[in-house]
């Protein structure tokens, strides 16, 4: 179910490569990769999870409240970070040159779905 929901985020956004359903810890719930992407999204939600946990103390520090989005942009993939819940998060990699609104749109209506699964 989880591979349908990534898959349907990948194929809508033009620019998509991959995308993953992960945990803080660094492990991979389910991911979808277009054929011969040239990143490996289960390495990227692994060392991202690590900034994200930093961003998340920092936000607590700082009382701004829960950091809920976040994105990376690189020269060769922008990744979209949206976080699940306390304990999941869906990474999505795309071309610097991706729809990026599009991307954050699914990313923020298709994640209650995931939420939904995860109960």
Not at 39 to 44: K, L, Q, V
Not at 87 to 98: E, H, K, Q, R
Request: hydrophobic fraction near 50%; charge should be negative; proline fraction near 3%.
């Amino acid at each position: 179910m989880f591979q349908a929901v990534l898959k349907e985020v990948v194929e809508n956004t033009e620019g998509g490569i991959a995308t993953l359903l992960m945990d803080f810890e660094g492990i991979a719930v389910d991911s979808y990769s277009k054929p011969g992407a040239a990143f490996d999204i289960t390495t990227i939600g692994a060392e991202f999870s690590v900034v994200l946990k930093s961003i998340q103390r920092a936000a607590e520090m700082l009382d701004a409240g829960n950091a809920a989005e976040i994105a990376i942009q690189a020269e060769k993939v922008t990744t979209l970070i949206r976080v699940v819940n306390s304990s999941y998060f869906v990474a999505f990699s795309m071309t610097p040159d991706a729809n990026i609104g599009k991307a954050r749109y699914l990313l923020r209506t298709k994640v209650p779905v995931l939420l939904k699964e995860l109960v």
